[in-house]
């Protein structure tokens, strides 16, 4: 789970990605704040893998917030979300620490993309896990990098999307309960997350469909199972 704190002023907006991040995509733990000085404190309690900020805030904006973390923290990464890009303002944000900019408005698989380069640069280049690399039919699925290829072609999947994969691939052709699913990736089986699921096994089926051979059926009031 990749810990965020988030930095935003905005509160519509501050929920609007904390849902998108931790349902959408899913694998992130966000903690939500509303100026830089809540950011501050937040970032010595909660200890974050990641900080995502707006730069224009109350009590404290986003550059001095991050030049005092950058005075003992210089490993943290750290974006920039603004609809501010000007030369100006990229150049003070470097200045500050800060790691990189996404502009406002943007896609939460935008933001999604500028976390999961960061940390692994911040990380360096892990040794492969060959447990997370699966062959179905003509599919190559590499759960750890949430990539899947079909011949030529790849998807980047959300972390979400890999997961539910991942957990059918290592129980391929046996059922997998839907309850156990919903427990084992959103940590609760109620309605709303159920529902999610039935989207992503829709999207799942789409990317697998250029093979026949390759299926994730349901059992009616039971599962699903990937043969």
Known sequence: MIKVLLVEDDENLNYIIKGSLEDMIGGYNVMPVLNGKEGLKAWKEFKPDIIVSDVEMP??????????????????????????????????????????????????????????AL?????????????NIFTLGNYHFDA????????????????????ILQLLCENRGEIVKRDDILENIWGTSDFYTSRSLD???KKLRTYLSADSSISIRTVKCVGLILS
């Open 59 to 116: 009590l404290m904006d986003g550059n001095e917030m991050v030049q005092i973390i950058r005075e003992t923290d210089g490993d943290t990464p750290i974006v920039f979300a603004t609809a501010k890009g000007s030369p100006k303002d990229v150049t003070i944000g470097y200045h500050s620490g800060v790691n990189n900019y996404i502009k406002k408005p943007f896609l939460p698989e935008e933001l999604d993309a500028h976390i999961q």
């Open 119 to 131: 940390l692994k640069l911040k990380n360096g280049v892990r040794s492969r896990n060959e447990k």
């Open 144 to 163: 750890e990098r949430l990539v899947l290829q079909f011949d030529s072609k790849q998807w980047n999947l959300t972390a979400r999307e890999a997961q």
């Open 199 to 201: 989207v992503f096994i």
